[in-house]
């Protein structure tokens, strides 16, 4: 069963809209909203693009809306890739 | 009424990074016009153009907004953080909605979009990223600007080819005059890729010499068309209230107009629009010292702007120069680099000369310095700028106080 790690969610952040200055994607931004990590919605729209690429994970624009954390996203695209499985 | 000052330059261009540089290339007639590097042009008619030497958006912009914006926009992000270093003002200081961001753009960011529709057809849609939405947009670098800057007062894009270079100055000086304190203004423009290259040729305009000494000769017997460039300079306007011993020079009289079609039979407006701009600046054309022209670069057009410098002038009644033969013409960038140019001119007491013209056509009644730059004492500056279709604008620079 495949699944997606925070890890897996660092990676297309950095690619998708890069680091912004003084922001450490390593430490532990599980629960820190996009907008404080200088992801705004244009940069999440940017990231969901990335996902349907790398994962074939569609994520609807609402959604991307509603995903305000790495939390909600990872957990978000993980149960799309179970639900792909099933 | 000196009412609104040029207090900081930020210059990008083929002629040099940095204003000095710019400056000094533009003394020295050393020219910035090669074969095209960024993209293999062997293919197209035009094959010269005006890049910014050694330009590494690394070295000037925050790394996040790389991958967001387009090379235009980049070289802009880097004038303008170099135009307020040089103006002496702290944004830190002033209200954020007392400061304003408008610039030129004519071309948008091609190269970004042409990457992204060749994802779009090579690989599909999921492959155009989300960042096209705003990277090429015209307004793109002036949002940019104002988010990098928190200026969140009154922003804007005027896109009148090379005209807009000077609408822009005018708008800013508007907004000095109503609530703004400190207006980031001026433009850049880069259109280096194929899409980019293609849109401009259908003008019509351009020069398809292979020579980069002769390819852009405006008033001369040889005029053949202009050569693209990319770069410009962004200028940091203000209140004279406040900028003393600051100024490079002072925003005097600005007009623009529009050519009508030529099935009307209605002549030019280039000498009109000049005369007004003239009036707003409360000058008799005596009053002007030097004029920086357009400088089309076609036979016809030189033999309008002429036409005009000579019936608002009279024959040879003026100096006039075009050190854009040394950068090309760069579009939404062109004339704020004209300003530029014209503020240091005013400032050192020299008139560049017009590099790279040899004889001039037959009927052109204007003094065009030429060989040699020539000195003489200068208190103002008329800067001429016309855009494809009909744009024309006129904006007179007084001397400025800086110290």
Redesign the interface.
Known sequence: MSTFSLDDLREIMRQS?????GVDLDADITDIEFIEL?YDS??L??L??QV??KYGVSIPDDDVVDMTTPRIAVEYINRQLVGAEV | MADTVITGLGVFAPTGIGAEEHWTAVLDGKSGIGHITRFDASGYPVVLAGEVPGFDAREHV???L???TDTWTHLALAAAEAALADSGADPKSLPEYEMAVVTSSSSGGTAFGQGEMERLYQKGP??????Q??AWFYAATTGQISIQHGMRGPCGVICAEQAGGLDVVAQARRLLRTQSRLVVTGGTDSAMCPYGLVAQMANGLMSTSDDPARAYVPFDADARGYVPGEGGAILIAERAEGAEGRGYGAILGHASGFDQSERTGRPPVLAATIRRALDDAGLNPSGVDVVFADAAGTPELDRIEAEALAAVFGPRGVPVTAPKTLTGRLYGGGAPLDVATALLALRDGVIPHTAGTERLARGMEIDLVLGQPRQQPLSTALVVARGYGGFTAALVLGRGDRA
Not at chain 2, 126 to 131: D, K, L, R
């Open positions: 809209a890069g680091v912004e200055a200088g244009l940069a729209l940017e969901a693009i349907k690429r | 925050p790394g996040r790389i991958p967001q999921s492959w155009v990223g989300a960042y939405s705003i």
